[in-house]
C-alpha cells in the first residue's frame, strides 16, 4: 500500500531517504529550513555529491511524487508519518553529540500535529534521547499523547548510501511499548524491503539509539585494529595485504573494513565513536570502552604514519619541497571533506614548509574552502608537476589506472607513497618509482 509521508531535514540523511521512499513508491515531502537547498532539491539535484542520488531526485521531483518545503506547518499537515533526519554533530568544545537541531526541529514541528501521528527518528543521537523528544512532543503538539515516538537508525555508507537505503543488511525499528501501532505503519512504509527478506529488528528505544554508534564504534575498532598490524608488518618484514586476507577468511572475523591504510574520517565514523565514548563516560562505563578509546589513539597514529614516511623519504626539514596529495575527500566517490585523513595530512606537510598540491575528482571545491593555503589542481598527471614525492591518500579507481611511466616523466623525483594501498607496486617499480607502502615490505 503507497503512503504519504514526510522527512524533515534534507541534509545527506535526509534527501537521500527521502528521494528512496519515492523510488519505493510513496508520496513524499522533505522539509528543511534551508531555503536555497529546497530550491536546489526541488529542481532534482542535491547540494553535495552522492552516487545515483541526483537521478532519483530528478526522477521523482519530475513526477511530483517528491517535493521539498520549507514549511513546517506544510509537512504537518501532509502526512501523519514524519522522519526526522537532521544532524546532530559534535557539541563545541567537548566529544558529545549537540541535540540543539534535532530538538528545536521537534518544537517548530509539534504545534502542526493535531492528530494521531508518528514521529520515526533517524538521526544518530546518544542512547536516552528518545523520552525527551516524547516530552517535547507531549509539551507542544495539540494531539499531545496520541503522537508516537518511532526509533529508525540509518546504517548509510557514503557513496553507497542509495543501495543501502534501498537493500539495507538490516532494518531495525524501536517503540517504548509492544504491540505499538507505529510498528504497523512502519513496517506497512518499508513493506518493500522487508518482503525482500531484509532482517528486521523490532526492539526498544535504547537499544535502536545505540544500534548506530556501537555499529560504527566495532567498525572503528576492526579499521583500527588492522592498520595496528599494519605498523607492525613495518618493523618485521610482514605484508600486511596478505595478513588481511589470511584474517578475513576466518568467519568469525570477515573481509570487510580490514583494508589498511590511512584510518578512518568523514562525518560519522570518527563522531560517532567519540559520542559513544563520552555517552559510556556519562553512564559510568567508562572502562567498559577502553578499547575504542585505543581505536581512537590507532587511527590518529596512521595519520602521523605518513608523515614520518614523508620525512624519511624526503629529509626532516620539508622546507622547499613540493609534494603532490592524491586525494582530498575522505573516501571515494563522495565530496565530503569532513575529518578527511587525506587533507589532514596535507595541511600538516604545509605546516612543516612544504608545498602541498591537491588533486581530487569531486572534492576540490570544499577543499578550498576549508584549506585555501593549499594548491589544488584538477588534473592528476599536471597535479604532479615537478612533485617531489607523490602521496597516493584516497583510493579514487582514477588514480589507479594511471601509467606510472608517464607520471615518472612529469616529477622531479619519482617517489611515491601508496597510504591506501591499492597501487600496484610491483608496475610502479618497473616504472622507475620507488615506492613505500603502509604495512609492506
Known amino acids: 500500500m503507497l503512503m ?165 543488511d538490516r532494518l531495525v525499528l524501536g517503540f517504548n511499548t509492544t504491540h505499538s501501532w507505529a510498528e504497523a505503519l512502519l513496517r506497512q512504509a518499508f513493506a518493500k524491503i522487508i518482503e525482500s527478506g531484509t532482517p528486521t529488528i523490532v526492539t526498544d528505544w535504547a537499544t535502536a539509539e545505540l ?86 589513539v590507532v587511527n590518529a597514529r596512521c595519520r602521523q604514519r605518513i608523515i614520518d614516511l614523508t620525512r624519511e623519504e624526503l629529509g626532516t626539514d620539508l622546507r622547499g619541497k613540493r609534494i603532490t596529495v592524491w586525494g582530498a575527500a575522505f573516501k571515494p566517490e563522495t565530496d565530503d571533506i569532513r575529518d578527511s585523513p587525506a587533507l589532514a595530512v596535507a595541511q600538516a606537510l604545509h605546516d612543516l614548509g612544504a608545498t602541498v598540491t591537491v588533486t581530487d575528482p569531486k572534492a576540490l571545491d570544499n577543499a578550498r574552502k576549508l584549506h585555501p593555503e593549499l594548491d589544488y589542481v584538477e588534473d592528476p598527471i599536471a597535479a604532479a608537476e615537478d612533485a617531489d614525492l607523490l602521496r597516493h591518500l584516497s583510493e579514487w579507481p582514477q588514480f589507479t589506472h594511471l601509467d606510472p611511466k608517464r607520471l615518472a616523466t612529469r616529477t622531479h623525483s619519482p617517489k611515491v607513497i601508496d597510504a591506501r594501498g591499492t597501487l600496484n607496486t610491483t608496475q610502479w617499480r618497473d616504472a622507475g618509482w620507488i615506492t613505500r607502502a603502509l604495512g609492506r615490505r
Open 211 to 296: 544500534a548506530k554508534g556501537a555499529a560504527n564504534s566495532f567498525l572503528a575498532t576492526k579499521i583500527s585494529f588492522i592498520n595496528a598490524m599494519a605498523e607492525v608488518c613495518e618493523k618485521s618484514g610482514a605484508n600486511v595485504a596478505e595478513l588481511a586476507d589470511i584474517l578475513g577468511h576466518d568467519l568469525r572475523i570477515g573481509r570487510r573494513g580490514m583494508r589498511p591504510g590511512l584510518g578512518f574520517g568523514g562525518g560519522c565514523l570518527p563522531k560517532d565513536l567519540a559520542g559513544f565514548i563520552t555517552r559510556s563516560d556519562e553512564l559510568g562505563a567508562d572502562e567498559a570502552v577502553g578499547i575504542l578509546r585505543e581505536a581512537a
Open 4 to 168: 504519504k509521508m514526510t522527512v524533515i531535514g534534507c541534509g545527506y540523511l535526509g534527501a537521500t531517504h527521502a528521494a528512496c521512499v519515492a523510488e519505493l513508491g510513496h508520496e513524499v515531502l522533505g522539509m528543511d529550513s534551508d531555503i536555497d537547498k529546497v530550491h536546489t532539491l526541488n529542481t532534482g539535484k542535491a547540494p553535495f555529491f552522492e552516487r545515483d542520488l541526483d537521478d532519483l531526485l530528478a526522477k521523482h521531483t519530475a513526477s511530483s511524487q517528491l517535493k521539498f518545503t520549507a514549511s513546517y506547518q506544510e509537512a504537518a499537515e501532509f502526512t501523519d508519518l514524519h522522519f526526522v533526519g537532521v544532524g546532530t554533530p559534535q557539541r563545541l568544545g567537548t566529544d558529545a553529540y549537540d541535540l540543539t537541531h534535532l530538538f528545536d526541529t521537534v518544537r517548530q514541528l509539534a504545534p502542526g500535529l493535531t492528530r494521531p501521528a508518528i514521529v520515526a527518528v533517524k538521526s544518530t543521537v546518544p542512547v536516552g534521547t528518545a523520552p525527551h523528544v516524547g516530552e517535547l512532543l507531549r509539551e507542544h503538539a495539540p494531539a499531545g499523547d496520541l503522537i508516537e515516538v518511532a526509533w529508525n537508525p540509518e546504517f548509510l555508507r557514503e557513496s553507497f548510501a542509495v543501495e543501502d537505503t534501498l537493500r539495507p
